[in-house]
């Protein structure tokens, strides 16, 4: 065992009562390929993994050692003993043999049948890093939580017999931020002296595991099973047997080399089948079947405390028609449940009969209702167990979701300046009935979107990935971003929450935590994504328009006030208590993390993290005493 102080201390942050809970979950072994840390592969005709050991090296100081895959370069050096613990006294500020040196990752495999295709598949690298195969170029990896596959025969560099693969990690390589957010600091965890462009970084490597697929006919990159209920919106518990029917909607993601064709078929633990037969083209396609479960079929997932947590397998198998032995199978887990996020008065049946035609969210209030059962939501915010992934552990993650349920909570939010976490997680959350409010891993401060095709690809991967998990309850567009159209926050509904709804029709959407919910876009009794044609449109005020006005700044004993100025900020989030200017300046002074607050409309925002002056008719900026150095007041539009 470890010594807490040698591992990075899962924290966590209480929703109801604010107030933080520090767990600490000793490291108990290494990952292995079906630790619970490895993500569900794709299939094909035969799997290998690279996972182990690799040759690590800098080269421009003569630098080789071994590395570990999964894991990161930090871990690495420790481990090789160039380097002390990097979470110990100031160690992590000794940066510059990890982060002043390109370090490549280099490992050689086998390969017998070079006509067949064959996929070099990377679950996961963090941080910027070019992609060889035997000297050959494949492509330039930037998304932590991006899963990139490579096609070796197309490429040109397969062989028969030995290959070489080799990953060099570049500081020159830009991420846009699409990594762990927390990675270099939080107010939670050690800021290092190390960045990119305005993110800060600590380290990087192949953090998921490495596979290499072989792929005659075709592959299947994806199982997505979603569960939609067929019966009228439930105002009090289900009864078991009683309900309404389900459907589960089995969609099969397949990868093929060249145009091929073949069967497909659907099978549930409960007894439905479906099946079809497909043309399948080049490239990427999808295909859908629908498997039914009455309510005698079936019993249903309850979270915590209000019943069982049922468990059903879906499977589908591919089987094409060249060689109908070469049989394609893939397994992924539902429960059934209804889930419905709750802002209107739904104990009133005439407002549940109006509102079930109508487009957007009410103010009334929120709280969650699981197959009619209101849900009083207890927990917390769940955050990266580890600031270095080499350390990551399937058990520990086991026993925090236990640790969580022993404590008497019943959710868990995966915050957005994380990471999208491992499959033993969202499987424990399954098991015990955690409902899990996820955040997608966006969080300001230098993590934000920008319209990028591999951000795009990065949704519709984790989506694919863990919508099956009947766990997780709904999906919210970031961290302490207020989503407002119009302005750069509006990214978060037009494109990241849209492609998220594409994707998962089946569960709620929240536009970011926190957030006022949503004018247009979603179902009103249970906030799921409706296809309007309106688009997902948020709850928010109107940007704010060229104002005619002059800031000012008045001082009292306590605070300094700046009428008519406002700031932007890496971080901003709403303070609930202010009622009024003062209010606002005296909260702010009592939080160790707010630099200046603006009040507005009745509402007190705190702003962090390098905050900027402009001008703002209406808004108030209340510096406290002590608080800055203040800039001076915008000058007039």
Excluded at 224 to 232: A, I, K, L, M, T
Excluded at 361 to 390: K, W
Aim: aromatic share 10%; charged share 15%; net charge negative.
């Amino acid at each position: 065992t470890a010594e807490c102080k040698h591992t990075l201390l899962p924290s966590i942050v209480n929703m109801v009562a604010v107030a933080r809970i520090v767990l600490c979950v000793l490291a108990l072994g290494s990952v292995a390929a079906g630790s619970g840390l490895v993500d569900k592969p794709i299939v094909g005709d035969s799997l290998t993994y690279l996972d182990g050991a690799w040759q690590l090296t800098a080269q421009d100081i003569g630098v080789s050692i071994t590395g570990t895959v999964p894991g990161d370069l930090i871990t690495d050096l420790e481990t090789a003993g160039l380097i002390g613990d990097p979470l110990y006294e100031l160690n992590w500020l000794n940066s510059s043999l990890w982060n002043n040196h390109d370090w490549t990752y280099k490992k050689t495999f086998s390969v017998a049948d070079a006509d067949n295709e064959h996929l070099l598949v990377f679950d996961g690298i963090k941080m910027g890093a070019t992609i060889t195969v035997n000297g050959k170029l494949l492509g330039t990896a930037d998304d932590q939580f991006l899963r990139y596959v490579f096609p070796l025969k197309a490429s040109g560099a397969l062989v028969a017999g030995s290959n070489s693969v080799e990953v060099t990690f570049k500081n020159s390589i830009p991420t846009n931020g699409r990594f762990m957010a927390c990675t270099g600091g939080w107010d939670w965890a050690p800021y290092t002296n190390t960045k990119q462009a305005d993110a800060a970084t600590f380290t990087r490597g192949i953090w998921k595991s490495v596979s290499v697929v072989s792929v005659s006919s075709a592959a299947v990159t994806h199982v997505v099973p979603h569960v939609f209920y067929n019966g009228s919106y439930p105002m009090e518990k289900l009864e078991e047997d009683k309900h309404g029917d389900f459907e589960v909607h089995v969609r099969t993601h397949m990868w093929a080399p060249a145009a091929t064709s073949g069967t497909i078929k659907a099978t549930s633990a409960w007894g439905s089948t479906a099946s079809a037969n497909v043309q399948v083209p080049a490239g990427e396609s999808s295909f859908q079947l629908v498997l039914k479960a009455t309510a005698t079929d079936i019993d249903l997932w309850w979270p915590v405390g209000l019943g069982k947590q049922n468990l059903y397998n879906v499977s589908i198998a591919f089987t094409p028609s060249a060689d109908t032995d070469a049989q394609l199978a893939a397994t992924r887990r539902v429960g059934f449940r209804y889930f419905a996020l709750v802002t209107g008065n739904d104990t009133d049946p005439e407002y549940v009969k109006k509102a079930a035609t109508e487009d957007g969210t009410e103010q009334m209030g929120m709280f969650f209702r699981v197959n009619g059962a209101a849900v009083f939501s207890r927990g917390a915010n769940m955050i990266p167990m580890e600031e270095l992934e080499g350390r990551l552990n399937a058990e520990a993650h086991k026993r925090l979701v236990q640790s969580a349920v022993d404590a008497g909570m019943n959710t868990l939010r995966v915050w957005g300046g994380g990471i999208f976490l491992p499959e033993v997680w969202y499987d424990t959350c399954d098991e015990l009935g955690v409902l899990v409010y996820h955040d997608m891993q966006f969080a300001q401060q230098g993590h934000s979107p920008h319209n990028e095709t591999t951000e795009v690809a990065e949704f519709r991967h984790q989506i694919r990935r863990l919508s099956h998990h009947p766990s997780i309850a709904l999906w919210d567009g970031c961290n302490e971003c207020h989503v407002i159209i119009g302005t750069p926050t509006g990214i978060y509904a037009t494109l990241v929450l849209t492609v998220v709804a594409e994707e998962d029709k089946s569960r709620s959407i929240w536009p970011s935590c926190p957030a006022q919910g949503w004018q247009a876009g979603v179902f009103k009794l249970t906030s799921q994504p409706n296809g309007s044609p309106l688009g997902l449109l948020p709850r928010s005020p109107a940007p704010p328009q060229e104002p005619a006005f002059v800031s000012t700044t008045v001082k009292d004993s306590s605070c300094t006030f700046q009428y008519n100025t406002d700031y932007d900020a890496g971080t901003i989030w709403l303070h609930p208590k202010a009622k009024d200017q003062n209010e606002c300046c005296s909260e702010c002074a009592g939080n160790s993390t707010c630099e200046v607050a603006v009040f507005s409309n009745g509402e007190c925002w705190f702003k962090h993290d390098n905050p900027k002056p402009s001008s703002a008719e209406g808004r108030i900026a209340c510096w406290p005493k002590g608080h800055g150095p203040i800039p001076p007041p915008p000058p007039p539009p």
